[in-house]
């Protein structure tokens, strides 16, 4: 099937969530903070106002080792060579790899034009579904390729069977497939064995491109990164970005990782601009454990416990393993999202065909304090109030 998109009382929630995992916000780690708005910005600058849960974004920033990293590095910023903290060798080793099995870009979103460009021949096809991220099949319409976007299942998971029947009858025309995992908007994982059986069924030519954006908030055993089957040297490009577990979505950071074959090919099409900041500052991301961990145990405190508050009001969330959330809203999300606009509160936009789920993304507790009240102004009687079941 084609797609219709081508070418054309929750403080008490939170409050016990960040207490049980021994943490207050100003606590040791609670360092991990943005700077505050210059003085007086605060009241004036509608951005700083926003409660913003609607890309998916680390709140708290870089941490401050990254900080400490980066401001010694501005020294550079006046050269074009110079030492850059190993950025390329310490991605690899963090996988095992060598550095040819490695692609650094501004952001993995850049990762993703690079592939669609290389991969993806004219009217050739990308293979994926739909709702899910769609930067790859935007690549697609503009360069004269096209989309074949498949619906998830019932219970929102990727029907991979369908994805390998649609590659397999479609072979020669398919540049490549692509699947989110955990998939954006959804939060829902594919598991390892489901990953492992459509690499097993489809032509082995074909490459796959597995975005794994969300990686670092995945506690579900049943996943696992695809980067070993990059190992056993199949036809597979791996995805991460260093905007969401470290902070860096204005900064842009995140590369791919490949068979060399695969790199080589996708390297012409790159810009190579990671400014030395950035560089330093990924460094110091992979080094920061500790911060890593709490920016994934709270992220999941604090969505567990929103999740919870609004079952208990009655409506269906998907279980989510990344940094956000869908609710069903049972009436169009966008009169919805228009509700907590007027609140100063963002969040997701429409993903179609799921419109009448809303997207949240999980900031501080703070935020999150801000969307539950909005939540209980905007659905007073709880589910009951949208006539949906
Ligand atoms: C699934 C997925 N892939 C890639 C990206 C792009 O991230 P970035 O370009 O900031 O690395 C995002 C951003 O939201 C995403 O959700």
Redesign the pocket.
């Known amino acids: 099937m084609k797609n219709g998109f081508s070418r054309r009382h929750f403080v008490g929630g939170a409050a016990a969530a960040l207490g049980a995992l021994g943490l207050r916000p100003g606590s040791a780690l609670g360092a991990l903070k943005l700077p505050p708005p210059p003085p007086g910005l605060a009241q004036l600058d509608p951005y700083d106002r926003l409660a913003k849960l609607s890309?998916?974004e680390n709140p708290y920033g870089p941490s401050d080792k990254m900080m400490e990293s980066m401001n010694a590095a501005w020294k550079y910023s006046n050269r074009y060579g110079y030492p850059d903290g190993d950025i390329l060798e310490k991605i690899a080793e963090h996988h095992g790899l060598d550095t040819d099995h490695i692609i650094m870009n501004a952001?993995?979103?850049?990762t993703?034009k690079v592939a669609g460009i290389a991969f993806l021949g004219h009217e050739e096809k990308v293979v994926g579904v739909e709702p899910t991220?769609m930067?790859v099949y935007r690549v697609a319409t503009g360069i004269d390729a096209d989309v074949i976007a498949r619906p998830l299942l019932a219970d929102h998971t990727q029907d991979i069977d369908d994805l390998i029947q649609v590659t397999t009858r479609n072979y020669r025309d398919v540049g490549l497939v692509y699947i989110?995992n955990p998939n954006?908007p959804t939060g829902v994982v594919v598991p390892d064995s489901d990953i492992r059986h459509l690499l097993d069924n489809i032509p082995e030519d074909i490459p796959v491109l597995i975005?794994e954006?969300?990686h670092h908030f995945v506690r579900d055993p049943r996943y696992s990164s695809a980067v070993k089957y990059i190992k056993e040297g199949r036809k597979i490009l791996v995805?991460r970005?260093?905007?969401k577990i470290y902070g860096m979505?204005g900064l842009?950071l995140?590369y791919g990782i490949a068979p060399p074959e695969m790199i080589h090919e996708m390297r012409t099409y790159a810009t190579g601009s990671v400014n030395a900041l950035v560089r330093w500052g990924g460094v110091a991301a992979l080094e920061d454990h500790a911060s890593e961990k709490y920016v994934r145990d709270t992220t999941i405190k604090l969505r567990e416990a929103t999740m919870a508050d609004l079952r208990d009001q009655g409506f269906e969330v998907i279980p989510s393993e990344t940094n956000f959330f869908m609710v069903h809203t049972g009436r169009p999300a966008s009169e919805v999202r228009a509700e907590f606009r007027r609140r100063d509160v963002a969040v997701g936009r429409d993903f179609p065909p799921m419109l009448d789920y809303l997207r949240v993304s999980i900031g501080t507790e703070d935020e999150m304090k801000r969307f539950m009240a909005s939540w209980n102004e905007i659905f007073p009687d709880g589910m009951r109030a949208t006539g949906a079941r």
Do not use: H, I, W
Request: glycine share 14%; net charge negative; charged share 15%.
């Open positions: 890309s998916n952001g993995s979103g850049e993703l991220y930067s989110v954006n975005d954006a969300y995805t970005t260093f905007s979505a842009r995140g």
